[in-house]
């Protein structure tokens, strides 16, 4: 990511690196709450990870919206 404010840029990234450490600790910690079948702690691995997730598409939707507004800075 190369944004044009160093600032939001740093931000951006560290909030990024932490969504997708609960995304991991999410799964991990969903994958090993069950005593069941494979498939279902991985089901239910992926459930707990939805959460980062949600933080992953939110702060790569305000990482598009910079770029595009720094397009349209640049266009003018």
């Known amino acids: 990511m190369h944004l044009t404010p160093k600032y939001i840029n740093i931000l951006l990234n ?3 690196g932490v969504a997708w450490a609960l995304a991991l600790f999410g799964f991990l910690y969903g994958f090993s ?3 069941t079948n494979i ?8 459930i707990h990870m939805g959460f980062g997730l949600v933080f ?15 397009k349209l800075k640049n266009s003018d």
């Open 33 to 35: 709450s069950t005593n």
């Open 56 to 70: 992953v598409v939110i702060l790569e939707a305000i990482y598009a919206i910079f770029q595009i507004r720094d």
């Open 39 to 46: 498939f279902f702690k991985l089901l239910n691995g992926v």
């Open 14 to 16: 560290i909030f990024l």
